[in-house]
C-alpha cells in the first residue's frame, strides 16, 4: 500500500483545522481592529452623530460606557448653548428639568434666579407702592436692584403729601388716640385756609389764600416761616428730601427749601395751579388750569414733559407703576405714561371730575360733578362699577382693606364694597363734605362745612367722636406725631390731640351728625 495516500488526508484534515483556526483569527484580528478604528474616528470627530454610529456598531464595546458619558456630555453641551441663545428663564427651567445635576446646572440655577429677581423687581415698580418694595427687599435685599428698591421705598414713607402717598389712597400711618380730640393750639393765618397740610419732621406747612406757604412748629404752632406767592395758595404740598413742592395761582409750580422757605426753583405754567404735586423717582408731577398735566426735574424744575386736557385740571396727580392718572374739568379720566406723558387711555364721565383718583388693587377710583363714584381697571381703563351718589362730588375718595370711603356735597360719608361698588353704610354730617377722609387706624376722619370734624369707625360708619372746629372746612384733616391738623376758611389751622378718656369710650361719644345709616337703612 502507498503510504503516500494513507498520509495525505490525514495531512489534509489537520492542515484543514489550521487553516480554520488561522481564518478564524484572522476575523477576530480583523474585527478588533474594526472596533479600534470606528472609536478612533469617533473621538476624533467628537459629535454625537460619531458616537451613535460607534454605539450601532459596536453596543457591547468596552468603549461604549464611555461613548455614551459623551454622548450625554455633547448632548448637554448643546441644550446649554440652545438656552443661553434664547436666555430666557423658560429656556434655563427647561434646560435644568434635563440636567438637574449637569456641568452647566449651577450657571443655569443663577440664571433663573436673575430673572426670578427682574421679575419681582418689575412687579414692585408696577405696584409701586410700600408694601411692593418691601416685599421686593425681603426676598432680594442682596441683589442688583436693592439700593433703587430702597431709594424708591424710602421716597415713598419720607414723603408728606396730599392723601398719604403717590397712589394717593388717603391713608395715615398713624394710629388713632383714645377719646374725642381737643384743640391744641390754634394759628391764624393770612387768609382762608383751602390747602391739606403736610408734615414732616416736626414742621406743618400749608398754603394759604393770602398767597403765602406757611411752616409751623408742629407742636406748639408758632411760625417758622412764610413764603410769598403772587396769588392764593391751595394747592396741598409735598414734602421730599428738604424741599416742600406746591403750586400758586400765580401759576407757578414752587420747590421751596423745607428749613428757611428759600426758592430752589420756580416753574411757570399759562395758568393758576390749584393741583397738588406729587414726586416719583425724581419728577414732580402736577396739573394747572391751562389744561396741562406736567412732569418737572424735582432738582432743577427743568420740564421733562407736558401733556394736554379736554380741560383745568385741578385733580392731584396720582402715580402707580407707570402711570400717572388725572381728572379733569373737561369731563375724563386720564391715565399717562409716566416717562413720556402720552395718553394710555382716558375715560369720559360727562361731568368735572375734580376729585384725586386713589389708586389701589388695579382700580382707579374717583367721583365727578354729577355725584358719582366710578371704578376703572388701571390697565385697561375700562369701567368696573359705578355707585350713584347725592350731590356734587368733588372730594377724593379713601381706599383700604376692600372699602372705598368717599364724601359728597349733600352731606353724605359712604362707605363702598371696593369690588363692587355696593354701598356698605353711609353717614350723615352736619354740613357738606368737600374735604376728603382720611383712614386712620380702625377710623375713619372727615370734616364738613360747619366746621366739625368726625372720626367714625369704618366697619360699622358708628360715632366714634365729633370735634367742633368752627368755619367751613375743605381742607382735608393730616393725622401725624399724634395731631390731627386741619384748616378752615375762617383763616385758621388747627391741631387737634386726643385725650385718654376711657369714659368715653366706654360710653356713646357726643355726635354731631344725625348718626350712619346702614346699607339697607339700619340707623346706627
Given at each position: 500500500m502507498d503510504t503516500r495516500k494513507m498520509l495525505w488526508p490525514r495531512l489534509w484534515g489537520k492542515g484543514a483545522w489550521l487553516l480554520v483556526l488561522v481564518c478564524l483569527a484572522a476575523l477576530a484580528v480583523g474585527g478588533c481592529g474594526g472596533?479600534?478604528?470606528?472609536?478612533?474616528?469617533?473621538?476624533?470627530?467628537?459629535?454625537?452623530?460619531?458616537?451613535?454610529?460607534?454605539?450601532?456598531?459596536?453596543?457591547?464595546?468596552?468603549?461604549?460606557?464611555?461613548?455614551?458619558?459623551?454622548?450625554?456630555?455633547?448632548?448637554?453641551?448643546?441644550?446649554?448653548?440652545?438656552?443661553?441663545?434664547?436666555?430666557?428663564?423658560?429656556?434655563?427651567?427647561?434646560?435644568?428639568?434635563?440636567h438637574p445635576e449637569g456641568a452647566f446646572a449651577e450657571k443655569a440655577k443663577t440664571r433663573v434666579r436673575e430673572f426670578v429677581e427682574q421679575e419681582a423687581w418689575a412687579s414692585a415698580?408696577?405696584?409701586?407702592?410700600?408694601?411692593?418694595?418691601?416685599?421686593?427687599?425681603?426676598?432680594?435685599?442682596q441683589g442688583p436692584f436693592a439700593g433703587e428698591a430702597r431709594l424708591r421705598l424710602a421716597e415713598l414713607k419720607e414723603q408728606k403729601l396730599f392723601r398719604g402717598d403717590p397712589a394717593r389712597r388717603g391713608v395715615s400711618g398713624a394710629s388713632p388716640g383714645i377719646g374725642t380730640p381737643k384743640v391744641a393750639w390754634t394759628f391764624r393765618a393770612g387768609g382762608p385756609v383751602a390747602s391739606s397740610p403736610a408734615?414732616?419732621?416736626?414742621?406743618?406747612?400749608?398754603?394759604?389764600?393770602?398767597?403765602?406757604?406757611?411752616?409751623?412748629?408742629?407742636?406748639?404752632?408758632?411760625?417758622?416761616?412764610?413764603?410769598?406767592?403772587?396769588?392764593p395758595v391751595v394747592s396741598s404740598p409735598a414734602v421730599l428730601g428738604g424741599t416742600v413742592f406746591f403750586g400758586s395761582h400765580d401759576g407757578s409750580?414752587?420747590?421751596?427749601?423745607?428749613?428757611?422757605?428759600?426758592?430752589?426753583?420756580?416753574?411757570?405754567?399759562?395758568?393758576?395751579?390749584?393741583?397738588?404735586?406729587?414726586?416719583?423717582?425724581g419728577v414732580v408731577f402736577f396739573g394747572s388750569h391751562d389744561r396741562r398735566v406736567y412732569a418737572a426735574d424735582a432738582e432743577t424744575g427743568a420740564v421733562r414733559w407736558k401733556a394736554e386736557t379736554a380741560g383745568c385740571v385741578l385733580s392731584s396727580p396720582a402715580v402707580s407703576g407707570g402711570r400717572v392718572f388725572v381728572g379733569s374739568k373737561g369731563g375724563c379720566l386720564y391715565a399717562l405714561d409716566r416717562r413720556t406723558g402720552e395718553t394710555v387711555w382716558k375715560f369720559p364721565v360727562g361731568s368735572a371730575v375734580d376729585s384725586t383718583?386713589?389708586?389701589?388693587?388695579?382700580?382707579?377710583?374717583?367721583?365727578?360733578?354729577?355725584?358719582?363714584?366710578?371704578?376703572?381697571?388701571?390697565?385697561?381703563?375700562?369701567?368696573?362699577?359705578?355707585?350713584?351718589?347725592?350731590?356734587?362730588?368733588?372730594?377724593?375718595?379713601?381706599?383700604?382693606?376692600?372699602?372705598?370711603?368717599?364724601?359728597?356735597?349733600?352731606?353724605?360719608?359712604?362707605?363702598?364694597?371696593?369690588?363692587?361698588?355696593?354701598?356698605?353704610?353711609?353717614?350723615?354730617?352736619r354740613g357738606r363734605i368737600y374735604a376728603s377722609p382720611v383712614i386712620v387706624g380702625d377710623l375713619v376722619c372727615v370734616a364738613d362745612s360747619k366746621g366739625a370734624l368726625y372720626g367714625l369707625d369704618r366697619k360699622t360708619g358708628q360715632e366714634r367722636f365729633g370735634s367742633k372746629l368752627g368755619g367751613w372746612v375743605n381742607s382735608t384733616p393730616c393725622v401725624a406725631e399724634g395731631r390731627i391738623f386741619v384748616g378752615s376758611q375762617e383763616s385758621v389751622l388747627s391741631a387737634l390731640v386726643w385725650e385718654a378718656e376711657t369714659a368715653t369710650m366706654a360710653g356713646k361719644p357726643e355726635g354731631l351728625g344725625p348718626g350712619s345709616e346702614r346699607a339697607g337703612g339700619e340707623e346706627k
Open positions: 472596533e479600534g478604528k470606528a472609536w478612533k474616528k469617533a473621538r476624533s470627530e467628537d459629535t454625537l452623530a460619531s458616537y451613535e454610529a460607534f454605539l450601532s456598531r459596536f453596543p457591547e464595546s468596552g468603549h461604549a460606557s464611555e461613548a455614551r458619558e459623551r454622548m450625554a456630555a455633547l448632548q448637554e453641551e448643546a441644550d446649554w448653548l440652545k438656552a443661553s441663545q434664547e436666555d430666557t428663564r423658560a429656556a434655563y427651567e427647561a434646560f435644568l428639568a434635563a415698580r408696577a405696584r409701586g407702592t410700600a408694601e411692593a418694595y418691601e416685599e421686593f427687599l425681603s426676598n432680594f435685599g408734615v414732616c419732621e416736626g414742621r406743618v406747612f400749608f398754603g394759604c389764600h393770602d398767597g403765602s406757604l406757611y411752616a409751623l412748629d408742629a407742636a406748639s404752632g408758632q411760625l417758622r416761616w412764610k413764603f410769598s406767592t403772587g396769588g409750580m414752587y420747590a421751596v427749601d423745607a428749613a428757611e422757605g428759600k426758592m430752589r426753583w420756580r416753574f411757570q405754567c399759562d395758568g393758576p395751579v390749584a393741583s397738588s404735586p406729587v414726586v416719583m423717582e383718583p386713589a389708586v389701589a388693587d388695579g382700580l382707579v377710583v374717583f367721583g365727578s360733578w354729577e355725584g358719582l363714584v366710578l371704578a376703572l381697571d388701571s390697565e385697561s381703563g375700562k369701567e368696573k362699577w359705578r355707585f350713584e351718589g347725592d350731590g356734587l362730588i368733588t372730594a377724593s375718595p379713601a381706599v383700604e382693606s376692600g372699602s372705598v370711603y368717599i364724601g359728597s356735597g349733600n352731606g353724605t360719608l359712604y362707605c363702598l364694597d371696593e369690588q363692587t361698588g355696593s354701598k356698605q353704610w353711609s353717614y350723615r354730617a
